[in-house]
DNA sequence: CTACTTGCAAACTATTTGCGTTACG
DNA sequence: CGTAACGCAAATAGTTTGCAAGTAG
């Protein structure tokens, strides 16, 4: 399931190994800017672009994906086994959601259009407990 | 049909009424750029400015959809029932797709958290039938 | 050594906005 | 008329990229 990747052979970085350990150790689905503040502490010569980079390069091997998450910016997270997402309508926190059934659904698709179907995502939106209570 | 101006009572105007009515005719999930290109031909001065606002008045309005869509532009619907939509990984193309159950979700994922769900979108990804067939 | 990766800065793209003018109601 | 909407152009915002210097293997 591995070594698929048809390009170059990466070296490693200290700057892409801490991105992707952030990422692994985060449940905030965070954004390019925000890992760079984050890690400028630790470098502080930091660029945003080596962030950018090294984003699309984890992505490219598969071992982070970017969310378009509904939001100006894009959005990213470590977490690769199939989940889904809730969106909270007001203040835009996203967490992840474990529903079972993804199989079912992806098979149901497929017995109903003769696109071929690969997978899916679902983002759940709502009001996260937090907002729920303050519902004005 | 039916005239629901919630706040700021509208005006009307030949831009805003023709971007509705081609997206009301179009099945293509356009961007804002082709609603552009198409409208320039009956209005040679348009603005894309101006069909930027129209979009997101028609948005706020209720009577257009924005979609995410994965790609890096917006793309609009004014089909407004519930629907989800297959996404080819190849070609890109957006379509529409019908499949019963979008109550159901909302309950079962209700059920499973303490977020209060208001609705979800599912996007299906895969091959369409056009590229499906061209397979290398 | 070599070529991947970095920091920096400039470029790019999609979208938004300020401003003076036009036109709907 | 009054003011929402327009066209135009400049400004944002997020992301990407060219280049010279640094560094992992």
């Given at each position: 399931?591995?070594?698929?990747?048809?390009?170059?052979?990466l070296r490693h970085s200290r700057q892409r190994d801490e991105?992707?350990?952030?990422?692994?150790?985060?449940?905030?689905?965070?954004?390019?800017?925000?890992?760079?503040?984050?890690?400028?502490?630790e470098f502080p010569h930091l660029s945003l672009g080596t962030v950018y980079r090294n984003l699309a390069l984890l992505v490219e091997q598969g071992l982070v994906r970017k969310l378009e998450s509904g939001s100006t910016f894009d959005r990213f997270e470590a977490r690769l086994e199939p989940h889904y997402h809730l969106i909270c309508s007001r203040c835009r926190v996203i967490s992840d959601f474990d529903?079972?059934?993804y199989q079912?659904?992806?098979?149901?698709?497929?017995?109903?259009?003769d696109f071929k179907i690969q997978g899916h995502k679902i983002e759940?939106?709502?009001?996260?407990?937090?907002?729920?209570?303050?519902?004005?």
């Open positions: 399931m591995n070594n698929h990747s048809s390009h170059t052979s991105i992707l350990k952030l990422l692994r150790t985060t449940t905030s689905h965070p954004t390019a800017d925000w890992i760079y503040q984050e890690m400028k502490k529903m079972p059934g079912e659904i992806n098979e149901r698709a497929a017995r109903m259009t759940f939106f709502g009001l996260c407990s937090t907002c729920r209570a303050q519902q004005s």
